[in-house]
């Protein structure tokens, strides 16, 4: 709490403040400080009762619910589980072969959105910065922008309409003289789909934070450089890219906390029975199993070791950047 | 370097076709789509629709405006987006009230419960077993509920309604108004710009999900119109069979598809010079204060 009461706002004058007495150590002067604060501002925290039952209900108690990883699970019995099994599904999971074909599809469709989808808004942000027409940098954000705004059914929808076999990708194709190619139902193409239309939609927006982290860097370093004969590209290897630098690292350490996690609604989205083989990823996999099946307490034990991993690659990677470059997260 | 300003020109050059090419690029295919859904089904199949509508005909669009079920689940989207975002926008107005008082006690510890849940969550099955052991199935409840605060939006709102002078609510509070008074009728008329940033912000998240009505609606006419979309596309690409039947099915589906891509997106279009700005401006703020 970086907060305390020791200057009586307006309104406390019926409230004696030396009454606590500093010798009765902060216990007491915590007790009585909290007795005031509930009397002055009961309005203020009556405000909180309903956004707090909120969380609690809909973020924390599903925080607790995942110990029916460990426990049976009965559809329509207890939120928590019957009895303990300990980690029987735990070791269910780790003997299935299909867990470990999700394992590793997730770890190549997460591995190749960090690679294509990180370092590309950092390139258009830097080409925009080259733009001298304001009117013609904003028109290019303004359309960059858009496909983030719309619903992830509707950008399924447009990368399955444009990779169909009428569609205008194998029209081209056709025009070069190649057979259509059938994208959407061959496995070996779902991973260049997915990364496709993740940088077609994402790509845009992912410029904002860069954009605005180099509007904060000083002309005078420019000017510099300029005078010491450094030439565009100098400018930009030793002035810009440092100057991003924190943005680029957070970015990177909030990437990869979510590495794990790959777009689950847009590879529900996209995949199919016949695709499966390389787009089954592990949510994916949860859901099926899950809410398909009725395999909850399985599903949620696989779902728990996607999170923990999640947790501790996003703490690692933060640990990581403070002690190697001094920026982090917390 | 002897010429450094030539290099440069060229640089400037190469960069304006790079991003023209981007352009070009993230337009194309809503410029497609467009003159899909106003072309024949024979140019479609024969892959002749680049970016004008090729045997231009209105006969898709009226197919999906006779379809009662699409009309009932663009209904249900509209309901499902006004009543989520009413409900959210309450929750989290309160919320970013109580934490935006620097003084109150507590307030660390507040704010902690909140952002926590931007790191860690609960994960899919422990909230479908709680949404439907709550009996929410099957109601609008169901999409409104979970989702009515986002930590994003609750901390740019408290940005906000920190950033107000202190001054004119003590000044209310001596003239006789409680909390419960500022807050209605001196706080929000002076949060015009942030609440419609708000609205906008919830309105549009609710218009686009899918996800949430899907998991908990069990019926087709209780589903939202990104569903349908969902479902036609679904319908089209489900490989299980994919023989003869399913590839005329999803010939057949291109120009609707179309259609509804058009139609659902369309509100989006409506609203985005707005949204674009509000989002931009919303976007370095929730940076800043993280």
Redesign the interface.
Known sequence: MSTSTTSAPPGTQDQPPARAAPRRGKRANARTSWRRALRRDWRLYSLAILPLLFFLVFRYLPMIGNVIAFRRFEPGGSLFGEDWVGLRYVRMFLSDPTFWQVFRNTLWLGGLTLVFCFPIPVVLALLLNEVRRRSLKRFVQSVSYLPHFLSIVIVAGITLQMLASDGPVNHVLGLLGHDPVRFIQEPQWFRALYVGSEIWQTAGWGTILYLAALTTIDEDLYEAARIDGANRWQQIWHVTLPGIRPTMITLLILNVGTFMAVGFEKVLLLYNPLTYPTADVISTYVYRAGVESSSFSYAAAIGLFEAVIGLVLITSANTLSRRTVGTSLW | ?VK?SR??RV??GV??V??TL??L??????V??LA?SFSGERQ????EV?LWPKGFNLTTYKIVFQDAMFWRNYGNTVLYTVVATAIAM???T??A??LS??????????VG??VF?M????????????VT?LGLKNSVWAIA??N??SVFNLLVMKAFFESLPTELE?AA??DGL???GV?LRIVLPLSKAVVATMVLFYS?SF?????SAF?YMDHSDLMPV??Y??N???G?????N?GAAT?EL??VG?SI??V??VL??LP?LCV?PF??RF??SG??LG?VK?
């Open positions: 370097m450094p290099s440069y640089f400037q960069n304006g790079v991003l981007v352009v690029v993230t337009l194309y295919p809503f497609n789509i899909r479609i199949r024969a892959g680049t309450v929750l989290t309160c919320y009230y109580v008082k620097k003084q109150l006690k507590g307030r660390g510890v507040l419960i909140a849940t790191f860690f969550t609960g994960g899919l099955i422990p909230n479908y077993i709680l052991s509920l979970p009515a605060i003590e509070q001596i409680s909390t419960y807050l549009v218009w686009n999900s899918w996800f998991l990104t569903v979309l969902r036609l596309i679904a089209a690409t489900g490989g299980g994919a590839a999803s010939q291109a598809q179309a509804t891509i659902t997106a989006i985005y949204l674009q989002f931009v976007v370095m940076a993280g």
